[in-house]
């Protein structure tokens, strides 16, 4: 059982020391010249406003997060609405099990808030 697992491993061995390997000769053989001009920051060619700890709103991160969460819902309703007709009211009552929970999720973020800017 394990032998057919083999393949798998030795790939993964072979890109780790790879990585290492590559990664170990850039730094050993890469340029080592550095001035002020090469470690000043650079934002699109704009020198940049304030610094770079500024605090960012919570809420920005969280309709991020929600936004993901409601995309993903997307890539596993479009499979089951391509084999609707082969998964027959079993994957049918299933949808609607997980469309409805997601449905709730949605209120639950409505009614903490989670989406109002204030």
Do not use: H
Request: aromatic share 14%.
């Amino acid at each position: 059982m394990i032998e057919a697992y083999l393949p798998i491993f030795a790939m993964i061995v072979i890109a780790i020391v790879l990585g290492v390997l590559l990664l170990t000769l850039g730094r050993l053989l890469g340029p080592k010249r550095s001035n002020s001009e090469k470690m000043s920051t650079y934002e699109s060619g704009i020198e940049p406003v304030g610094t770079a700890k500024a605090r960012i709103s919570v809420k920005y991160y969280l309709v991020a997060m929600f936004f993901i969460i409601f995309d993903i819902e997307v890539i596993f309703m479009y499979p089951w609405a391509v084999n609707l007709r082969e998964f027959g009211v079993s994957g049918l009552v299933s949808m609607i099990t997980f469309a409805l929970l997601l449905l709730v999720g949605y209120f639950y973020i409505l009614k903490k808030g989670g989406l109002e800017w204030n």
